[in-house]
């Protein structure tokens, strides 16, 4: 049965704007001095989060007092590459941040993309098992996770009509995606839909059109895997570029500067 969804969305006049708005709820989310909480955030690949994560690594927020030690950071997804590959998620991440910020290796939780994909897969089911401490049919819940949205309506490696769709007791799947020949390791959407937040960055004019069709079009998850991100909280929040939301209702949004939201409730 359909329910009701919040559609929380935050717009930024550019993708620089974006990216620093991104990087700042990203560092909120990092336990103060003062904290003994732990975060567990995981992230994908893309342009915009590359841009949040050099800004995450600058100077201006390194130096910011929060504790990166009780940070543990994930991926949503990864392509089966080594991890110095040019395409590696992880790689773009190393150099973006890893390299700049004082967080424990040991809190760097990876997929291992150079290993075959249905091993690397059931790897990180284990690490996921592992770290946090899950037992039974226990599904992991990140305090925060990020997510992109490609212009085929996919999103983290669940693409259109690939067999990780189906995937609903897995925590962590290989897929091959055919249109680009290549295989995937990818949490499952259930383990998506766990999270605590969840939030799209999404930017570029060449996303609207595909984003409106997601949100507000007939539902087709086979075809628009992004409509299977239902999170169990009720709200799914969106940080957008101006561009990008050329399609999302304006009607009672409010004005914050160069700066938009609105909320939407949607059935889903």
């Not at 975060?39 to 690949?45: D, H, L, M, N, W």
């Not at 946090?132 to 309506?153: C, H, I, K, N, Q």
């Not at 897995?170 to 383990?191: C, F, G, M, Q, S």
């Not at 087709?220 to 050329?246: C, H, M, W, Y």
Request: net charge negative; aromatic share 8%.
């Amino acid at each position: 049965m359909p329910s009701k969804l919040t559609l929380r969305f935050y717009v930024f006049p550019n993708a620089a704007a974006l990216a620093d708005a991104a990087a700042k709820y990203f560092i909120t989310r990092i336990p103060e001095p003062d904290s003994t909480a732990v975060a567990r955030i995981a992230i994908s690949g893309g342009t915009t989060p590359k841009a949040m994560l050099r800004d995450l690594g600058s100077e201006a927020y390194v130096r910011y007092t929060h504790r990166w030690e009780n940070l543990h950071l994930y991926w949503v997804d990864e392509r089966c590459v080594p991890p110095d590959d040019a395409q590696s998620n992880y790689h773009m991440t190393e150099e973006a941040l890893l390299a700049w910020v004082p967080l424990p290796p040991e809190n760097v939780h990876r997929m291992e993309g150079e290993l075959e994909p249905a091993v690397a897969a059931a790897r990180y089911e284990s690490e996921l098992r592992n770290s946090f401490r899950l037992e039974g049919a226990e599904v992991p819940s990140f305090d925060l996770l990020l997510l992109g949205m490609g212009p085929d309506g996919h999103t983290a490696s669940l693409f259109p009509h690939t067999e990780a769709l189906d995937a609903m007791v897995e925590l962590v799947v290989a897929n091959h995606v055919p249109k680009l020949d290549a295989w995937r390791i990818t949490l499952t959407w259930p383990v998506i839909n766990q999270a605590k937040e969840v939030v799209f960055l999404i930017e570029g004019a060449e996303k609207a059109d595909i984003l409106h069709e997601v949100l507000f079009g007939p539902r087709d998850p086979e075809r628009l895997p992004s409509q299977l991100i239902k999170p169990a909280s009720g709200t799914l929040v969106f940080l957008l570029d101006e561009a990008a939301a050329a399609r999302i209702p304006r009607e009672g949004a409010q004005q914050h500067g160069p700066i938009w939201s609105n909320v939407i409730e949607v059935e889903r």
